[in-house]
C-alpha cells in the first residue's frame, strides 16, 4: 500500500513538471513549435516519451493545462456572479466575465504563462475548439454569457456575433500582453492585474454599447 501511495505521488509530481513546461514553453514559443521531446527535458525527464506516456496527444496535454487552472478560476467566476445576482447593468455582467482570469494571475504572482498559452491556443483553430469547450463546460460562464445576453441593446445579430468576436479578443490577447510586459520587466499601463481589468471592462462595456454605423448598400 505504502509503495502504491509513493508511486502514486511521483507520477502526480511528474505531471506537474510536465504541465509547468510546457505551459511555459507554448506561452512563450507556440503549441506547435514546441515538441514533446522539448517538453520532457524542460521538465528534467530523461524519457523523451513522457509526455506521451503521462498525457496523450498534444491535444490532451493541451486539455490538461486548461484543467490545471480551471478550478480557480471557476471559483472566482461563481463569488462574482453571486454578487452580480440578477442584475441588469451590462457593466456587471462584463465584470463577471473579464475578472477572474487576471484575478488567478495576480495570486500566483510573477511570473506566469497562462495568458500567453490561452493566447498561443487561440491562434489554432483545432485548439481554440478544446478551449472553447473548456471554457463552456464552466456553469458560471455559460450563466455569466446568459446574463450580458440579456442586458445588451438590441443589436443586428451579425453585429452581436462580430463585437461577441471583439470582446473575446480583447479579454485574452490584453491579458497576454500585460503578462508578457510583466514577464520582461517593462512599463506597463496600469500598476496591477486589478486595474489592468478595470480598464479591459471600460473598454468592452463601451464596446457592447457603441452606436452601430447602419450598412450602405
Not at 441588469?88 to 504572482?109: F, I, N, Q, S, Y
Not at 446574463?147 to 461577441?164: H, I, K, Q, S, Y
Request: proline share 5%; hydrophobic share 45%.
Amino acid at each position: 500500500m505504502a509503495g502504491g501511495t509513493v508511486r502514486a505521488e511521483q507520477v502526480s509530481a511528474t505531471r506537474e513538471l510536465i504541465l509547468t513546461a510546457a505551459e511555459r514553453l507554448f506561452a512563450e514559443r507556440g503549441v506547435y513549435a514546441v515538441s514533446n521531446r522539448q517538453v520532457s527535458e524542460a521538465a528534467g525527464q530523461g524519457n523523451n516519451a513522457a509526455v506521451g506516456y503521462h498525457f496523450g496527444t498534444k491535444a490532451d496535454l493541451v486539455r490538461a493545462i486548461m484543467r490545471k487552472h480551471a478550478a480557480r478560476i471557476e471559483e472566482i467566476r461563481a463569488r462574482l456572479l453571486a454578487a452580480t445576482g440578477d442584475s441588469t447593468d451590462v457593466r456587471d455582467w462584463v465584470d463577471c466575465l473579464v475578472r477572474p482570469v487576471p484575478e488567478h494571475l495576480a495570486a500566483l504572482g510573477s511570473p506566469t504563462w497562462f495568458a500567453r498559452f490561452c493566447a498561443q491556443v487561440m491562434t489554432d483553430p483545432a485548439l481554440r475548439s478544446i478551449m472553447v469547450e473548456e471554457s463552456l463546460s464552466s456553469p458560471s460562464l455559460r450563466q455569466i454569457i446568459e446574463g450580458l445576453n440579456r442586458c445588451l441593446p438590441d443589436l443586428p445579430a451579425e453585429v452581436r456575433a462580430e463585437r461577441g468576436e471583439m470582446a473575446r479578443h480583447l479579454i485574452v490577447h490584453m491579458a497576454a500582453e500585460r503578462e508578457r510586459a510583466l514577464a520582461e520587466n517593462t512599463p506597463t499601463p496600469r500598476s496591477s492585474w486589478h486595474d489592468a481589468s478595470t480598464g479591459l471592462v471600460d473598454a468592452v462595456v463601451g464596446m457592447w454599447l457603441a452606436p452601430v454605423t447602419p450598412t450602405v448598400t
